[in-house]
């Protein structure tokens, strides 16, 4: 157990010092592991693992999940602080603004289109999965 605590001292320490840089890391090693879950999960044995989706998760992770939403996420303290003032309507008007602005504008069409275009897909196609993905991923995400 004292491991635990150790690394999540160190891993705070960091995370206080240099927040963006420790999310980027955290938000790449996330999305590359993850991605390596589900390649061995789903797929049979006979699939061969898929580099170029790894990277794209993985870029993904670090760059937008670790590197963009902390920036939004650090933006949410500056709402007015009559939406904020108690921790149930911090909560609440977070939960509001991820859940109904940010994920549906910005997060779901960054996800479909930057990890198209890094596993080599044009822009056109990553708009067209972006179409047909749209409402299955954002309802997962709700």
Known sequence: MSFFKTF????????????????????????????????????????????????????????????????????????????????????LTCTLVDNFLHVPLLYTPAFYVMTGLMQGRTLAESTTTLRSGYLTSLGSCW
């Open 8 to 91: 999540l001292g160190h891993y705070n320490r960091h995370q206080a010092a240099s927040p963006y840089l420790t999310n980027f890391v955290t938000g790449g090693i996330l999305g590359g592991t993850g991605d390596i879950i589900c390649q061995k999960s789903f797929n049979d044995e006979n699939t061969p693992f898929d580099y170029q989706r790894f990277a794209s998760m993985l870029t993904f992770g670090a760059v937008y999940s670790g590197g963009f939403s902390t920036l939004v996420y650090s933006s949410y303290s500056r709402f007015p602080k009559f939406l904020i003032n108690t921790p149930a309507k911090m909560g």
